[in-house]
């Protein structure tokens, strides 16, 4: 395997002027993630304020709890062991908990936190321990019960889905896994797949790591550790109820600094706009930033006055209530987009949080709510863009004879052009001749037919012109039709480019599953992967060659 840098052909603005070393935009950000002087500079942040931070033995006591037994991998209680040590930090990043991992940009995102932080205890000579947070709370099931296939001919098919029974709007970790579903769906999808020496691997691997019905944050935690356990990877599900009993001082702390927190998120966005990015996050005078648990579904709180409003108005609480439902059953709260990053940074001794370009974005408008909470923001790190190059699909990009940027951002454009320069006959043009001759045409018997008769002459006039032009555009398009059956074995090749590397014209990695490589190459791969990414900053696209 080897890996290709090439320009990053999605970069946005705001990704843009985040990675140069000087820029107005990192005003918005506590550290410059490409400045070796930012580590140790972050490190020392962190161990002043840690009395702001949740009890490290507690917080210990807790992954133990969560990782017993099947996730105590021997690299994992280390980490947990130097976990307990004062001058130990964290690199940690998450996503929710996608089915078979979600979209290859999660693997990409855990690829970075464990590169990041073997880099950082290197640089720094203390314990720097990779962590992913799975964002379990989130209740948005349909973001995460899917993913695309390939045919075997490598063209994008359509979406599975795995039906569960879903209670409204509770936390997708609280759902279960049916293994008998599970073996249907997964025996379905297979079917797709070219049989491989590792079909069978997938398979076994992924039933049995469902075999007694496990919740879906359970399952994808599992899935997720029998890939990077050996790295030491930490794992913390945002619904542990445990994680949820040490959350309960710093819940408080946000409903006692809720208006100043919201307040400071509204002036940043304001100025984030007003530097000329997009907003990049959604918010509003009055709400509070945190989700309250009930009837068994989660629901946003606003702010009124001095009252606490559930959104939709169906249950209201006083400041003194919504305290003691904080202080005795913290379970039913659950933060938001924009307090997840705060209670993160309270339990957890963060030197760096892997970001993807959207992160990037909604962070850099809670620099100063940090400060509100007694903390302060760490050094946001993106994360490693990439697209997985098979090799027929590197043999068709040197056939066609295009850049990886022109195919990644163009392709279909490029495949149209191509298909077009086969022939000397000129589609468009010739039919857009012979649909101005006909308006010319009609037009001026249309104005003389009306200027006799009136009546509707001049209506029905026109709509014939737009019968005659369809029919045009029929026959245009079966001679489009007829050019491409000619060419129809180049245009599947081409077709098989383009939807290695950016099917339905998206990222790879926004669309395509872990599973598909995993049955064409096993997952060796994967450490491959991880020992190129090695010193490398998340500066360029990565095209990863197989």
Known sequence: MKIECIKNPWQNQLMNDYLELEHPVHSFFSHHPLKSSSYPVRAQEVFASLSQRVDREKLVEVLYNYHQPELLHPEIESNLERLRQEDSLVVIGGQQAGLLTGPLYTIHKVFTIIELARKQEQELGKPVIPVFWIAGEDHDLDEVNHIWIQRK????????????????????????????????????????????????????????????????????????????????????????????????????????????????????VQQFQEAGYADPIHTQPNQANLFLITDNERVLLDREGDQWVTRGGKQTFTTPEICHIAQHTPERFSNNVATRPLMQEYLFPVLAFVAGPGEVAYWGVLKEAFTHTGLSMPIVYPRFQMTLVERHVDTRKREFGHSWETYLTEGTLIREEWLKAQFTLQIDPLFDAMKKQVVDLY?????????????????????????????????????????????????????????????????????????????????DWIDRVLQLLRDKQPTHHFMVHF
């Open 153 to 268: 001919e490598g063209i994008l098919k359509k979406r599975y889905r795995v039906e569960v029974e879903k209670n409204n709007r509770e936390a997708v970790s609280h759902l279960t896994i049916d293994p008998e579903d599970l073996q249907n769906w997964l025996q379905e999808i297979s079917e797709h797949y070219v049989d491989t020496p590792y079909k069978t691997e997938w398979l076994e691997a992924c039933l049995a790591l469902a075999h007694d019905k496990p919740s879906w944050g359970r399952f994808f935690a599992r899935l997720l550790h029998s890939l990077f356990a050996k790295y030491g990877l930490v794992l913390i599900d945002s619904a542990d109820p445990r994680v949820r009993q040490i959350e309960r001082d710093f819940f408080l702390r946000l409903i006692h600094q809720s208006k100043q927190i919201q307040a400071s998120i509204q002036k940043s």
């Open 443 to 523: 037009q001026p018997m249309i104005k003389q037919i009306h200027s006799q008769l009136g009546r509707q002459t001049e209506e029905m006039g026109q709509k014939n012109i737009e019968k005659v032009t369809e029919q045009i555009q029929f026959y245009q398009r079966f001679v489009e039709r007829t050019m491409s059956d000619i060419h129809q074995t180049t245009l599947r090749q081409w077709d098989e480019l383009l939807q290695g590397i950016s099917p339905n014209e998206q990222p790879q990695e926004r669309v395509y599953n872990l599973i598909y490589y995993w049955n064409a190459y096993g997952l």
